[in-house]
């Protein structure tokens, strides 16, 4: 497989594309490591160690992020475009003038982006940034991957919309391929527009076919905000005084890190038992887990818990609805789907974000069985499956398999794991490093053993990460998590400087 990429690669576009991800392993050498179905590959791992590496000097076309001392960035061979509007004040100021207040933004003085390039970001003055973020992990292939750009730009000019009520080759060849990735009899594609509607959907598919109500998800999970996933969702910092979670219950997370019962995968699972003997009528719609949770802090689920669940649930007449909105697409490296990692096959799977590379697009994917109680009514999307959208969706497809994206989110990602891991020995505040690939999660306290929460030390760090040209996530209850989840296309030159940044953001706490 891997020759055959690596010949697919000579295209004139994916050749660009492998330039300006410059340092991308070769894909025989970043391979996912095997591994029999159900065990957990060492790239799932959660604990390494390794040397530090300094990070190359600063090159390329492009100017550098910013002028305060430190670590340098990777060479690019990129130049921003120059850059006319209005600047980074004034569009503050009509943003607090004319959108509504609940949209926020990061940091203390807001960044303007104006433009991006595979990993990396450019502000207002060119000045180049490090996207450790990837828009809140949903930038899978690289912002503005040639061979992405081309296909939207290629459908936009043909036909830009046109609803499933016509016939257009884009939506049935994409559900196609999609259905092609799943495991099992999970072939049966609905497209919606975001991860809310994806879970909402998938919400009413459960209660439909199994004609119960009650649902299981976790305590720290994030599925949503609209009124239906604002009831799936366990935080209290994502939801309104509103009438919201009829029928929802959450269980213990198996969080490895603070959960009550540590990393026994039993004794969690035994917690959903008692749940649903004294909370539900002894049988429930479903169950819906993230495998990492992502918004929560980069928790992965205590090893070997979504096996014990998922067979209590179905013995209790639900189904079981696994959220790939951030772990899909091979962001954990090991495997494409983060369940996997677990080694179950769920009944429903939700996808969106890394999905389309930032269009709006979203997937429940279903057997046919599940699918068919869509039918008992008319249901109807009018975005879902736009052509345009579904142009770029098959483009992220082809280009996670003929560049080898899914090998070097566990070859970069592995490399960075074990410079995080190497910091965490080095900074007393590191509590935590946890994650699969390259969906990492660095969490910050002020007492190991307490594990009190750094909150004002991450802000401090964070800010500081900005100006030396790291942009990452920040997550968790507490807000003291940095969510490390880039675009795949991410090298080892740009772990080695966003690690070497952050032990120097950590350094002057």
């Known amino acids: 497989m891997a020759a055959a990429s690596l010949s697919r690669q000579r295209h004139p576009v994916r050749l660009l594309a492998a330039r300006l991800c410059t340092g991308l392993p070769s894909l025989a050498a970043s391979q996912p490591a095997t591994s029999a179905p159900g065990q957990l590959p060492p790239t799932v791992s959660f604990s390494t160690a390794s040397a530090v590496t300094p990070a190359p000097a600063a090159g390329g076309a492009s100017p550098s992020a910013p002028s305060r001392a430190g670590p340098q960035l990777p060479a690019f061979d990129h130049v921003p475009a120059p850059y006319t509007g209005p600047r980074a004040e004034e569009v503050l100021r009509k943003r607090k003038q004319f959108l509504n207040p609940a949209i926020f933004a990061y940091y203390k ?55 499933s009520i016509y016939l257009n080759h884009h939506i049935a060849e994409y559900a196609e391929e999609l259905a092609a990735k799943m495991p099992g009899n999970l072939k049966s594609v609905y497209f919606v527009n975001s991860g809310s509607e994806a879970n909402d959907m998938a919400l009413t598919m459960a209660r439909l076919y199994t004609g119960n109500y009650d649902v299981v998800a976790l305590r720290n999970a994030y599925h949503g905000m609209s009124p239906a996933t604002m009831g799936l969702t366990a935080h209290s910092t994502w939801k309104f005084n509103l009438p919201q979670g009829f029928g929802i219950h959450h269980a213990v997370n198996p969080d490895p890190y603070r959960g009550v019962f540590g990393a026994d995968a039993t004794k969690y699972a035994a917690d959903v038992d008692d749940l649903i003997r004294s909370s539900t009528s002894g049988r429930v719609a479903g169950f819906i887990a993230e495998t990492i949770q992502g918004v929560g802090g980069t928790v992965p689920l205590t090893r070997g818990y979504l096996p014990l669940v998922y067979e209590s649930i179905r013995a209790a007449g639900g189904v079981c609805i696994a959220d790939e909105v951030q772990t899909g697409f091979g962001r954990t490296g090991s495997h494409y789907w983060g369940f996997e990692t677990q080694g179950v096959t769920p009944d429903i799977v939700t996808m969106a974000k890394g999905i389309g590379n930032g269009l709006p697009l979203a997937a429940v994917v279903t057997t046919p069985e599940i699918a068919a109680v869509m039918a008992q009514r008319l249901h109807f999307n009018t975005f879902g499956g736009n052509p345009v959208s579904c142009a770029g969706g098959r483009a992220v497809l082809r280009i996670i398999e003929e560049e080898g994206l899914q090998g070097n989110c566990a070859h970069v990602g592995g490399h960075l794991m074990h410079r995080l891991q190497g910091l965490r020995e080095k900074h007393e505040v590191i509590g935590d490093v946890r994650g699969a690939g390259l969906m990492l999660g660095v969490e910050l306290v002020t007492d190991r053993v307490a594990k009190t929460p750094a909150k004002a030390e991450t802000l401090q760090a964070f800010e500081r990460l900005k100006d030396l040209g790291v942009l990452v996530g920040k997550g968790g209850y507490h807000g003291n998590v940095f969510r490390i989840k880039p675009p795949m296309c991410f090298t080892k030159a740009d772990a080695d400087f966003l690690v070497d940044c952050l032990d120097l953001a950590l350094s002057e706490l």
Not at 116 to 143: C, K, N, P, W
């Open 109 to 163: 003085k807001p960044l303007q982006v104006v433009e991006g390039r595979m990993q990396y970001l450019y502000d207002e003055d060119g000045r180049r940034y490090l996207d450790a973020f990837a828009g809140i992990v949903t930038v899978s292939v690289g912002h503005c991957h040639p061979a992405f750009v081309a296909a939207v730009a290629r459908q936009n000019a043909l036909l830009q919309h046109t609803t």
